[in-house]
């Protein structure tokens, strides 16, 4: 991944930040999620359902966004404006995000108190 901002640790900051265990909570279990939301991505794709494709690629755009994962919902948010993106580059540049974003999550949180 591109020497980028990975997550926004500000936008959870003003949520309460890592020591509110509600906000943890909510954080970690919003990471636990992405490899599963990358599978159900891949799966409806295989289906050729563009419609539910599209629902879904803008709800993981939402919620990364409210988290601070900004690499996610940037490539998620790719997919508003090239629908037919989601094969080839488009599919491993989410991956990518998804992998590199959990391993910066697991970076600040590794000296934080646990919920």
């Known amino acids: 991944m591109p020497s980028e901002v990975l997550i926004e640790s500000k936008r959870f900051a003003s949520l309460g930040g890592l ?16 490899p599963g939301h990358l599978f159900s ?14 629902t ?24 508003d404006d090239a629908p037919d993106l989601f094969v ?3 599919h491993a540049d989410l991956k990518e995000a998804i992998h590199a974003s959990i391993h910066e999550w697991n970076s600040i949180t590794a000296g934080v108190g646990s919920r």
């Open 41 to 54: 991505l891949e799966m409806i794709r295989d289906r050729g359902n563009e419609k539910e494709l599209t």
């Open 19 to 34: 020591e509110d265990s509600d906000v943890r909570r909510i954080l970690e279990n919003f990471v636990f999620s992405l």
């Open 88 to 90: 080839g580059d488009f």
């Open 56 to 79: 879904a690629l803008h709800k993981l755009k939402g919620s990364a966004n409210t988290c601070g994962f900004v690499a996610i919902a940037k490539v998620a948010a790719a997919w």
